[in-house]
């Protein structure tokens, strides 16, 4: 028989679970990266399955464990992560809840050989969520990669609209690499969630070279 005294504490811990829970507003429960190509948080998880917890944790951070889980507010540039939070996306909502990924150096990530010109991109999806846009970005000729990533350094270079319905695994965008980013620069890539005011952002630390048409 339970006493009076563990009913109680029960009934008290179970009060308390439900202040959180509804305390919180509702976050998306989409998930997703961009895997190809590599984005800086699915680097890390890789990483971690090559080099082993310790040593990948220590390059990356929390996110090893769950790059699908980069969220927060939506609507870039005007609004979202915070200048020198992008990479991170804040923390990911408490997600992976470190800033390890903003951290910038010219030499500080693994890069992805990318090309000018047309470039397919494919976001991978943990769990599927009614989508309104993605829209991606570049780094303008000139940024500073020492220094902490701000909207101010990126350029808009593609959108592709949604109708509100969930997206379709494995489908690829087709972007343009404008032909004067040689050299290290980085795509930023977003998804905006429908039913939430939340966004996934994901960066791609690239290395470009000449397309064929140059």
Known sequence: MFSKKS????????????VV?????????????????ISRGYQGQLHNREWGWTAAHRVYGNVISNPQSLEYRKGFPEAGPRDGRIASAEGGLGQINDFVLDEQGADRWTKQPVK?????????????????KWHYYITKPGW?????????AFEKI???SHDGSLPVRGETHNITIPEDRIGYHIILAVWDIADT?????????????PGLGI
């Open 21 to 37: 829970f509804f305390a919180f507003p509702k976050e998306s429960h989409a998930h997703g990266y961009v895997s190809t190509p």
């Open 116 to 132: 000018t010109g047309n470039l397919d991109l494919t976001w991978t999806y943990t769990a599927l969520h009614s989508t309104t």
């Open 158 to 160: 593609a959108e592709v």
């Open 7 to 18: 009913v109680f504490v029960a009934a008290c811990l179970s009060l308390v679970c439900s």
């Open 197 to 209: 005011q939340n966004a996934f952002y994901n960066v791609i630390d690239a290395n470009i070279t």
């Open 144 to 152: 500073n990669p020492d220094a902490p990533l701000n909207r101010a």
